[in-house]
């Protein structure tokens, strides 16, 4: 409970000697006092500061202490204020009900004994202190909900950690800094101005050891490099929820109330958890990143007369691996080309895109030509892996003579660039899965210094256009290749996909030097 | 677009008629419901056994190659059961990404 030194009562009377006597009354019982005179001085001084109680006389000159009552309970800013009235004159039972009625809390008749005025205040103040941590506590209950709540949804690191630094800077009312590892090995810390501006930054941990679980102590900033106007001292709160596991920081100010330390607690071991389950996801779509991209060619081979550039852009970190994949191999005199996308994302896409790939490897070498092995593979993948479907894009190119040999399984179209004309390869033929008759091969010719470009959808698909359009869109900007075959891959990805991808990106492209 | 927090809308109405089930779909069709899509085609078809099976895609303005799998799939399953699949109204996208994958033909002729 509040000392009473901490607790200022406003006296409101016309009668300068009853309000002399209250206000002794009051302050040897360890209360400060303020003075009014009459209703308008109350509600003036009311709208001034705040009172911890008002102690108010039924009778005044300019208006009833029961409407000064009612005004102090209509006013948000003031309708806890607590309120007795004191009346002087005899009153009856109705009189003292309207009292109460009105808002007040007490109703206290002269003659005053001052034991009971004074009991009566600190009773009125139990009441509402009690009252006031309630309160408290239920709205910091739901500020950690909601903290609890943006920090799981956030999707990555910097925004988990700026949601939980603006979280505590709400909750406790003083700027806080949240800090952990992230996944990729670095610590960072984000910092919460009171008024919930947030900064992201680089931090080094402090070497000592955190212990298991949750732990409170006071420190300064400068010792766990906060900024220099960081105000001393600094609550550090950590939750720790393995040996093996890194821990979580939470910087706050330090706290006044009980209230404060169960919250910080809570909301530490809160942020912790969110934290370690942010890892867990990174480190999920790391390791299928890291299977996926093994089930690729690692090297790309060396033709004599052709130039060769891949480039396979992964989605981001928030969506599932894709199925895209390329393959380059120099089969004998030949140029074994092919792209292609296993429908779906996950995992297992990127194992069915292995099969497929070493399975059109296996056909390619046993010397049937592009139609063919697309059949076998469609044979393959409807009596093996019954459900999955892909679309493919395969050709086998002589490098001597620019001569192609191209079959397609319902996937977007290569271009062709030569001579300053970019064409569209089209080859109609259903995608692999479905076991539908093909059409014949096509054959073409890439002329010397002719570059062709092959790639999946998340190069040209975006809802808002057409995939003509998108087609359209890549064919004004391939027209004119760069020297650097690599260089010009990468500026096709700049100037027609935004970072992050929602979806993998694969590019290839050769050309007839 | 970010597809994981805000899953496209979609929406299907399924009548059965005397000769025919007819489901129309709207909306955007990807990865994100395709489940979805699975059970509503799957639960239409089941609910006429044999009868020819429409899909009305006026309405449909997005599907991606997830939606081409479920409706290739629903295309089997009335096919099991002795029905048929057509798909009707195809138009704009969607019927450009059903010709690239070269199964508009095929899923529109309902055989």
């Known amino acids: 409970m509040t000392t009473p030194a901490e607790t200022t009562i406003l006296v409101v009377d016309d009668r300068a000697p ?7 009354w009051l302050t040897r019982a360890g209360f400060a006092v303020a003075e009014a005179e009459d209703g308008h001085d109350a509600l003036d001084k009311l709208r001034q500061r705040p009172f911890d109680m008002v102690v108010l006389d039924v009778k005044l000159p300019d208006m009833s202490g029961l409407d000064v009552c009612r005004h102090i309970k209509a006013d948000p800013a003031t309708t806890s204020t607590p309120v007795i009235h004191v009346s002087a004159h005899a009153v009856d039972a109705a009189d003292r009900t309207l009292g109460l009625v009105g808002g007040a809390d007490a109703y206290l008749v002269e003659p005053i004994d001052p034991h009971e005025l004074v009991a009566t205040v600190q009773a009125v103040l139990r009441y509402y202190q009690a009252r006031r941590r309630a309160e408290q506590l239920a709205e910091g209950l739901s500020r950690l909900a909601q903290t609890t709540l943006a920090v799981t949804m956030a999707r990555d690191f910097t925004e988990l950690l700026g949601q939980a630094a603006a979280g505590a800077a709400r909750l406790f009312g003083t700027a806080a800094a949240v800090a952990t590892q992230t996944t990729d090995a670095g610590w960072a810390l984000a910092l919460a101005t009171e008024a919930g501006k947030v900064t992201v930054g680089g931090w080094e941990p402090p070497g000592d050891d955190v212990p298991i679980g949750s732990h409170r102590i006071t420190g300064l900033a400068a010792q766990w490099q906060l900024p220099a106007d960081w105000p001393d001292p600094v609550t550090v709160t950590t939750a720790r929820f393995r040996p093996d596991r890194p821990p979580l920081y939470l910087f706050t100010c330090a706290p006044h109330e009980e209230v404060h330390t169960q919250l910080l607690t809570q909301l530490t071991q809160a942020l912790g958890a969110a934290a370690e389950a942010q890892r867990a996801q990174d480190q999920d779509h790391r390791i299928a990143v890291t299977l996926q991209r093994s089930l690729l060619p690692r090297h790309l081979p060396t033709v004599p007369g052709i130039d060769l550039a891949v480039r396979y852009e992964p989605a981001s970190p928030q969506a599932e691996i894709g199925g895209d994949f390329y393959e380059l191999s120099a089969l004998g005199d030949q140029l074994l080309i092919a792209i292609g996308d296993v429908v779906g994302h996950s995992l297992h896409a990127a194992t069915v895109m292995a099969e497929i790939r070493h399975a059109l490897r296996a056909y390619a070498v046993e010397g049937h030509c592009p139609g063919r092995i697309v059949t076998l593979i469609d044979e393959l993948m409807v009596r093996l892996l019954p459900g999955e479907m892909a679309t493919l894009c395969l050709l086998l190119l002589d490098p001597r003579t620019g001569r192609a040999r191209l079959a397609n399984a319902g996937h977007l179209p290569p271009l062709l660039v030569a001579d300053g004309r970019v064409s569209e390869i089209w080859h109609r033929a259903p995608l692999l899965g479905i076991n539908h008759p093909r059409s014949d091969d096509l054959e073409f010719v890439i002329p010397e210094g002719g570059t062709l470009l092959l790639y999946t959808d998340g190069l040209i698909e975006r809802r808002d256009i057409t995939i003509r359009d998108g087609i359209a869109d890549l064919s004004r900007l391939a027209g004119d290749v760069d020297a650097d075959l690599g260089r010009y891959c990468d500026r096709l990805l700049r100037q027609l996909t935004n970072p992050p991808h929602a979806d993998d990106v694969a590019v290839v492209a050769v050309r007839r030097l | ?70 409706l290739l799939q629903a295309h089997a399953e009335a096919a099991r059961l002795g029905g048929s699949f057509r798909l009707a109204r195809a138009s704009g996208t969607v019927r450009e990404v059903l010709e690239i994958v070269a199964v508009y033909d095929f899923l529109t002729s309902g055989d």
């Open chain 1, 18 to 24: 009853k309000r002399y006597l209250l206000k002794n």
């Open chain 2, 1 to 70: 677009m970010d597809r994981a927090s805000n899953p496209p809308q979609a929406t299907h109405d399924v009548e059965i008629l005397p000769d025919r089930v007819r489901i129309t779909l709207a909306g955007e069709f990807d990865l994100a419901n395709e489940q979805a899509l699975t059970s509503w085609l799957v639960d239409a078809i089941q609910a006429g056994p044999g009868r020819p099976v429409e899909v009305d895609m006026h309405d449909v303005g997005f599907i991606d190659s997830s939606g081409i799998r479920v």
